[in-house]
């Protein structure tokens, strides 16, 4: 068939068909050959790509597709994605007739120019949001990048970085757990997302990435590339980072405090228990539950203190809302369940604050700290009675001070005499107060106050049998401080009596002292007899002195004690039945310990 210069190749010389071809409102493309070459363009689609139709001529479809998009079904079906003569894409949809001669002709048609629009405010939509969207082709390996994404990563403006290449910036610790994560995703066909340290191209600071993808596929199943958003978490996990440092630094100081930490919501009476120190308070464990406020004052709360307790949280509520309260609390202990006996009563002291649903709403939670202040009451009311018994024995000290200055001044003969006397005394006194400050548990053994009094006397050891000049036996008896005094000195005075006029006053006199712990009707008592032997013929004395009144009202005042004394003239003898008062355990530092 005859063909015109200007008629276009592979169509037939009709006129009818050029003009139909050339005028077509549809863009229209004549291929020829295995390589799908255009033969013949129309108007239109030269308009839709941006160029003469002449100079598509020759070109194949492969050229005039876009890089980063879909390529073309071979089939010449279905949707595509060309480049215009500006570099950008359009998405187009091929519509092919039979193939006649060796000759297709394909419809092109643009995709809706409304979907475009959409897909560009979808776009805008994403960077306004800080999104900036990505795809990868399994075709070059490489990762299109809109330009906010590009901006995200350090990338310049339209890259296309290799996704080999971006592996290498991402966090080495996040590396396996993204590549795990993605291969899941695609494995199952779900989206899938994943947040990582990313080492930026443009100037090497690290930022946190959170990116998001899915799969697409081929309807064959066949994977053709990957598409997502990527979004810059630098700010948030810095905040997130923070908070968590401050947590845990709260954490750290509430253990070591040994606080508590809890919520109670308002509404529907529920509490939180924040740590472990809050099971320890309540000696509960985490498969009991927490404690409502309900059973909190029904079942918890010390009887005494409920009363105390309510007034407390009714204060806050209606001023500031700070809560300031103590309480006794019931705690269980490892005994049996239910067994009142395994229940101990501990003191708590809460602190907390009420948050509102406004500023003059009604109150939601109660954000708060508990401690268990037991021990610290414990130690307070111990030093405040430890203070009282100070001051008693400052006062009682005191007057056994003035009572041996009187009387020590009554009976002497002689400055020298009141000095001796006077000092020997005092020595003495101090001698049984710095047992008694020496020992924890503020007393002061017998044995020990006898062998400090009567050592310079003796010949050699002071045990029963030893046949020495003092015989001492006995158990071992610590005297609580209120008797250690009066007894010392009762000791003291009998020694020195012994020293100047009965058995220790010669080589050949012997001091022999017995004593013992009987049972009493309500405490224990001591039977404390002191023999003298060998010494000088006695006989009672002619006056009373500060011994004598120290032996019979001292001891019977103070100590409570039977005393018998006998001035026989073989030596004297002193009998003592005296109470030993019970301990306080009050007292004693290392109680709880």
């Known amino acids: 068939m005859d063909q015109r210069p200007d008629a276009a190749p ?20 004549c291929l020829t050959g295995p390589d799908r070459r255009i033969a013949a363009a129309n108007p239109a689609l030269g308009a839709l790509l941006g160029l003469a139709a002449g100079d598509l001529v020759g070109r194949t479809i492969a050229e005039i597709e876009h890089p980063h998009g879909p390529a073309t079904d071979p089939d010449l079906s279905g949707d595509g994605c060309w480049r215009r003569a500006d570099g950008s894409p359009v998405r187009v949809r091929l519509r092919a007739g039979a193939e006649q001669d060796g000759v297709r002709i394909v419809a092109v048609e643009a995709i809706a120019e409304a979907a475009t629009a959409r897909a560009e405010q979808t776009r805008l939509a994403l960077a306004s949001a800080g999104l900036g969207e990505w795809s990868w082709s399994p075709a070059d390996g490489r990762v299109v990048l809109s330009d906010r994404a590009a901006a995200i990563l350090g990338q310049p403006a339209g890259a296309t970085p290799a996704w080999a290449a971006l592996q290498q910036a991402v966090g080495r610790d996040d590396l396996e757990r993204v590549r795990a994560t993605v291969q899941d995703a695609v ?8 947040e990582m340290r990313f080492r930026r191209a443009g100037d090497g600071q690290e930022a946190w990435i959170s990116a998001r993808g899915q799969a697409t596929w081929a309807p064959d199943g066949t994977l053709t590339g990957m598409i997502g958003v990527l979004q810059d978490i630098t700010a948030r996990e810095a905040s997130r980072r923070a908070l968590h440092d401050r947590e845990q630094r709260l954490r750290v100081a509430t253990t070591v405090a040994a606080l508590g930490i809890f919520e109670w919501h308002v509404l529907d009476d529920q509490s939180l228990w924040e740590n472990e120190r809050m099971w320890e308070i309540f000696g509960r464990r985490p498969q009991d539950g927490t404690i409502s406020m309900r059973e909190f004052f029904r079942s918890v709360v010390h009887p005494e203190d409920k009363a105390g307790f309510r007034a407390a949280v009714a204060a806050a509520l209606h001023s500031d809302g700070v809560l300031h309260a103590t309480a006794r609390i019931r705690r269980p202990t490892d005994g049996p ?40 009451r414990l130690a307070e009311e111990r030093q405040s009675l430890l203070i009282r018994e100070l001051h008693h024995r400052v006062k009682n000290t005191l007057a056994t001070v003035q009572a041996i200055v009187g009387s020590t001044a009554r ?7 009141f000095y001796e006397a006077f000092v020997g005394r005092i020595m003495s006194l101090a001698h049984t107060h710095s047992v008694l400050t020496e020992d924890v548990w503020q007393t002061a053994s017998l044995r020990g106050l006898l062998e400090n009094e009567l050592r310079p006397y003796a010949d050699g050891e002071m045990g029963p049998g030893t046949g020495g000049r003092i015989d001492l036996d006995g158990p071992a008896v610590d005297l609580p401080s209120e008797v250690a005094v009066p007894i010392g000195m009762a000791i003291h005075e009998l020694t020195t009596n012994a020293a100047k006029y009965g058995a220790l006053s010669n080589r050949a006199g012997q001091v022999r002292i017995r004593w013992s712990v009987e049972p009493g009707d ?11 032997s060998g010494g000088p013929a006695g006989a009672p004395p002619t006056r009373q002195g500060f011994g004598s009144r120290l032996l019979q009202r001292v001891l019977t005042t103070q100590v409570q004690a039977e005393v018998a004394i006998d001035y026989a003239p073989g030596g004297l003898t002193l009998t003592m039945l005296a109470p030993l008062p019970a301990r306080n355990a009050a007292l004693n530092p290392l109680a709880t310990l």
């Not at 501990?346 to 021990?375: N, S, Y």
């Open 10 to 29: 592979g169509l037939p010389d009709v006129s009818l068909s050029r003009l139909a071809f050339a005028g077509a409102p549809v863009a229209l493309a």
């Open 187 to 194: 494995a199952k066909a779900i989206p899938y997302a994943v």
């Open 522 to 532: 309500d405490r224990p008592r001591l039977r404390f007899h002191w023999r003298e």
């Open 337 to 376: 369940a239910k067994d009142p006996a395994a229940e101990v009563w501990r003191t708590i002291e809460m602190a907390g604050r009420f948050e509102r649903d406004g500023p003059a709403g009604l109150p939601q939670r109660l954000i708060g700290v508990v401690a268990d202040i037991t021990d610290r």
């Open 411 to 417: 009976t002497a003969s002689s400055i020298d005499s």
